[in-house]
């Protein structure tokens, strides 16, 4: 039992999203220290929408830090 979780856990951290090590060392040469502006390419979050600016909770915000 132990040697099949073992090799679960090998298999699943080996997987990756790119297909061949050209792809990967392509992605590093555009982007070496991993950060790209386009912050939607990264945004794994189920639902997404943590790229969106939300004025109405900035000003309460801003209200709540700077306001009595």
């Given at each position: 039992?132990?040697?099949y979780l073992l090799i679960?856990?090998?298999v699943a951290g080996c997987s990756s999203d790119h297909n061949s090590v050209?792809?990967?060392?392509?992605?590093a040469l555009?982007?070496?220290m991993n950060y790209s502006p386009d912050t939607t390419r990264h945004n794994d979050i189920t639902?997404?929408?943590t790229a969106d600016f939300n004025s109405d909770g900035m000003k309460k915000d801003l209200k709540s830090v700077f306001g009595p």
């Open positions: 039992m132990r040697a679960a856990i090998l050209r792809e990967r060392q392509d992605d555009r982007d070496p639902g997404g929408g």
